[in-house]
């Protein structure tokens, strides 16, 4: 009885109407117009059309010449859809009915991502799966799951052959492209084998596993030993390519981690003829790709910067499309068939951090990477795949009404379903975001959550609210999407074994 008593008192308090500034009411009435459109003869007539348009776009043949997957690292339904709808309100629309460039694809599926030791995946034992088609361990690199982290020996002779190994083997041209570190676990499973996702440079493994005959990341891509190498490799990780005694080139109070003393950019140069290493966007946008056939491009000691501070950096980085286009011309210069691996590999960095504008900025990135591939090859043979290595514990909710602002507080229509614009409270009487995680660095405790009336929640910085806390939000175990168009596009369908994904490229590409 004391529950119902006090229930209504709940209740009232949660849809507590409070007053907003002039400039929310001046963006509510932008979009309005967006909404006199939408009656339910429109609607019945979009659907119907939208089923004609998929039908008709699911032409393509069984087979592919080329294959390039872009992998969107972290990328979950909440981080597509809230990126949808931020990219359509940056153009001054409400943003659900906007489209990501993938989101048009006619071929559709489910991942299930877990690896053989983990409920929650990370992304070494993800990536892995994807290019080889066999599920494993997290932590590991394109090796199988019987080995045991961390112990060099055990791995000998359990690496399994990723596609970008069997493509260079027939003859095809190669490329892989990260936010990333290069020798991060995404495109590190594209061309290593390792026990460990962590040894990415010599200093990084322990000297009895060395002893062992295990090699680093880095060295493993320069000593890559199938075909003619790989054509393009472009991201960020140049400290795992440089000697501890050597100064990185942009920033002066670093230096490389390699203690082995080789410089294995200037080694890159010296291995392939008309071939460059290059560090800045001067230099990248300088390159010729009918000339240059093996491109090496490094542009920070880590990662990459995010899409939203990259025009910030002083020697200058390319975007995400700009690396997928260059690719593209010069993989497409020889007239061979090719693979490329495109990530966007912040997304899920900027999620561990708890920040979701960054995430999205980043994904929308992703989109204009895929639109550009999309507008520079042939469908009716290159199969294109969209998805994600893992999901992310980042969550939409609260009944924001239409065209409220993703980024900002939650608020409601009135009853009529007006815009009102009125901000929602919690039980504690205060105003909450539309976006969350479930745990990470966001979190404060109990009654202690911070009045955000007078917080800027759509600010860059801003991390959306936990409900546990971490240091670093942690991924989580749904499934995730697969998008596909083009040739070989007509198998991706129902939910399926994220290794799957290796199979479905391999048969498309009519390969053994």
Same mark, same amino acid.
């Given at each position: 009885?004391?529950?119902?008593?006090?229930?209504?008192?709940?209740?009232?308090?949660?849809f507590?109407?409070?007053?907003?500034?002039?400039?929310?009411?001046?963006?509510?009435?932008?979009?309005q117009?967006?909404? &006199?459109?939408? /009656? #339910?003869t429109?609607?019945?007539?979009?659907?119907?059309?939208?089923?004609k348009?998929?039908?008709?776009?699911?032409?393509? #043949?069984?087979?592919?010449?080329? %294959?390039?997957?872009?992998?969107?690292?972290?990328m979950?339904?909440? !981080?597509?859809?809230?990126?949808?709808?931020? @990219?359509?309100?940056?153009?001054? @629309?409400?943003?659900?009915?906007?489209?990501?460039?993938?989101?048009?694809?006619?071929?559709?599926?489910?991942?299930?991502?877990?690896?053989? =030791?983990?409920?929650?995946?990370?992304?070494? *034992?993800?990536?892995?799966?994807?290019?080889?088609g066999?599920? &494993?361990?997290?932590?590991?690199?394109?090796?199988d799951?019987?080995?045991?982290?961390?112990d060099?020996?055990?791995?000998?002779?359990?690496?399994?052959? !990723?596609?970008l190994?069997?493509?260079?083997?027939? $003859?095809?041209? !190669?490329?892989?492209?990260? &936010?990333?570190?290069?020798?991060?676990?995404?495109?590190?499973?594209?061309?290593?084998?390792?026990?460990?996702?962590?040894?990415?440079?010599?200093?990084?493994?322990?000297?009895?596993?060395?002893?062992?005959?295990?090699?680093?990341?880095?060295?493993?891509?320069?000593?890559?030993?199938?075909?003619? $190498?790989?054509?393009?490799?472009m991201?960020?990780?140049?400290?795992?390519?440089? #000697?501890? =005694?050597?100064?990185?080139?942009?920033y002066?109070? !670093?230096? *490389? %981690?390699?203690l082995?003393?080789?410089?294995?950019?200037?080694?890159?140069?010296?291995?392939?003829?008309?071939?460059?290493?290059?560090?800045?966007?001067?230099?990248?946008?300088?390159?010729?790709?009918?000339?240059?056939?093996?491109?090496?491009?490094?542009?920070?000691?880590?990662?990459?910067? +995010?899409?939203?501070?990259?025009?910030?950096?002083?020697?200058?980085?390319?975007?995400?499309?700009?690396?997928?286009?260059?690719s593209?011309?010069?993989?497409? =210069?020889?007239?061979?068939?090719?693979?490329?691996?495109?990530?966007?590999?912040?997304?899920?960095?900027?999620?561990?951090?708890? =920040?979701?504008?960054?995430?999205?900025?980043?994904?929308?990135?992703?989109?204009?990477?895929?639109?550009?591939?999309?507008?520079?090859?042939?469908l009716?043979?290159?199969?294109?795949?969209? &998805?994600?290595?893992h999901?992310?514990?980042?969550?939409?909710?609260?009944?924001?009404?239409?065209?409220?602002?993703?980024l900002?507080?939650v608020?409601?229509?009135?009853?009529?379903?007006?815009?009102?614009?009125?901000?929602?409270?919690?039980?504690?009487?205060?105003?909450?975001?539309?976006? /969350?995680y479930?745990?990470g660095?966001?979190?404060?405790? *109990?009654?202690?959550?911070?009045?955000?009336?007078?917080?800027?929640?759509?600010s860059?910085?801003?991390?959306?609210?936990?409900?546990? #806390?971490?240091?670093?939000?942690?991924?989580?175990?749904?499934? %995730?999407?697969? +998008?596909?168009?083009?040739?070989?596009?007509?198998?991706v369908?129902?939910?399926?074994?994220?290794?799957?994904?290796?199979?479905?490229?391999?048969?498309?590409?009519?390969?053994?």
């Amino acid at each position: 009885m004391k529950l119902l008593r006090i229930l209504p008192l709940i209740i009232a308090v949660q849809f507590c109407a409070c007053a907003q500034t002039d400039s929310s009411v001046q963006k509510l009435k932008m979009r309005q117009p967006e909404l &006199t459109k939408e /009656s #339910p003869t429109w609607w019945y007539q979009q659907g119907a059309a939208r089923v004609k348009q998929l039908a008709a776009a699911n032409v393509f #043949p069984h087979r592919a010449k080329n %294959v390039i997957l872009f992998i969107g690292d972290g990328m979950n339904i909440t !981080t597509i859809t809230a990126a949808r709808i931020l @990219e359509g309100q940056k153009r001054g @629309e409400h943003g659900e009915g906007n489209q990501l460039s993938f989101e048009k694809f006619p071929q559709t599926a489910l991942s299930k991502t877990y690896n053989t =030791n983990l409920q929650t995946p990370d992304s070494a *034992g993800t990536m892995s799966a994807m290019m080889t088609g066999v599920k &494993t361990k997290g932590g590991v690199i394109s090796v199988d799951g019987t080995i045991n982290v961390d112990d060099c020996e055990s791995g000998i002779n359990h690496q399994r052959v !990723t596609l970008l190994e069997i493509a260079e083997k027939k $003859g095809m041209s !190669t490329g892989v492209i990260s &936010t990333a570190r290069l020798t991060h676990a995404t495109p590190a499973a594209t061309y290593a084998h390792s026990v460990s996702r962590d040894w990415e440079a010599d200093s990084d493994i322990p000297i009895k596993e060395q002893a062992k005959g295990c090699k680093d990341i880095a060295l493993q891509l320069l000593e890559f030993p199938f075909g003619d $190498g790989l054509e393009v490799a472009m991201g960020g990780g140049r400290k795992n390519f440089l #000697p501890v =005694n050597k100064i990185d080139p942009e920033y002066h109070n !670093t230096t *490389g %981690v390699r203690l082995d003393n080789r410089d294995l950019m200037q080694e890159w140069q010296e291995k392939y003829e008309d071939s460059a290493a290059i560090w800045n966007k001067g230099q990248f946008d300088e390159i010729d790709a009918k000339t240059t056939k093996h491109l090496l491009a490094l542009f920070e000691p880590s990662h990459m910067q +995010y899409e939203h501070d990259r025009p910030n950096d002083k020697a200058g980085e390319p975007t995400l499309t700009e690396m997928t286009k260059k690719s593209l011309q010069i993989l497409k =210069n020889s007239n061979k068939a090719f693979f490329l691996m495109v990530e966007a590999g912040r997304i899920d960095h900027s999620h561990h951090a708890g =920040n979701a504008y960054r995430a999205l900025t980043d994904t929308i990135e992703l989109s204009n990477a895929v639109k550009a591939a999309m507008e520079n090859v042939d469908l009716n043979e290159t199969l294109i795949i969209v &998805t994600a290595d893992h999901s992310h514990t980042f969550n939409m909710a609260g009944y924001p009404q239409r065209g409220n602002p993703v980024l900002g507080l939650v608020k409601k229509p009135d009853k009529a379903g007006n815009l009102a614009g009125h901000i929602v409270l919690d039980a504690q009487g205060k105003p909450y975001t539309t976006l /969350s995680y479930a745990n990470g660095p966001g979190y404060v405790n *109990g009654d202690k959550r911070p009045d955000l009336s007078h917080v800027d929640v759509e600010s860059p910085d801003y991390k959306q609210a936990a409900t546990y #806390p971490m240091e670093s939000e942690t991924h989580s175990g749904e499934d %995730v999407v697969i +998008y596909a168009t083009g040739a070989g596009s007509q198998t991706v369908h129902g939910t399926i074994e994220q290794n799957v994904i290796y199979h479905i490229m391999k048969y498309a590409l009519n390969i053994e």
